[in-house]
């Protein structure tokens, strides 16, 4: 049910909803990424890199293999070089 209802608000663009299900179930790095790239376009650069960096964290444990996300790194890069 969760990860039916994270696609939907995805889709939607619902970043409140988003986050709202995630804190309710498991935050997995691919979720980060969403929400990093749902503040990237609202423009709010500095909130996005805090999230890719949760979820770079989060991947970096090690415990999780479902849910990781190839593009935390390329997102992090990016962002930084944004902000400058």
Known sequence: MG???????AA????N???????ETELLPK??????????????PAKALEWVEKGLKIQKDGRLYRGSSYH??????DILTKLG
């Open 3 to 9: 990860e039916t209802l994270k696609t939907i608000y």
């Open 12 to 15: 939607g663009r619902d970043l």
């Open 17 to 23: 909803l988003y986050v709202f299900i995630c804190e």
């Open 31 to 44: 979720d980060c990424e969403i929400i990093a790239g749902l503040l990237l376009s609202y423009r709010k």
């Open 72 to 77: 935390l790194d390329t997102m992090k890069r």
